[in-house]
């Protein structure tokens, strides 16, 4: 499990291993658009201001991957124990 911080509010939640980031944001009503679920559609494009992700995408370059600015936030997970988001 990781935990993701909302940077706008500094709320802080926890992505338990059978969830995904996208799925605890909206449980917890923070709006984030999705579609394909696959990491192949790139509506889910989050800027990460702080933290390592852990790219399960196929929708960023490699380059993009290695950089971590940005993630997937439907399928992606954290290398780092907190993944800030801008949000
Ligand atoms: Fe399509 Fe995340 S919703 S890449």
Redesign the pocket.
Known sequence: AFTVKISSTGDEFVVAEDQTI?QVLEDNGVFL?????????????TDVLDGIPDHR?V?LTDKEHQEGKLI????SRAKTKTLTLDL
């Open positions: 996208s658009p999705v579609s394909c679920e696959e990491g192949v559609c790139g509506t889910c494009m995408d929708f997937m936030a439907c399928c």
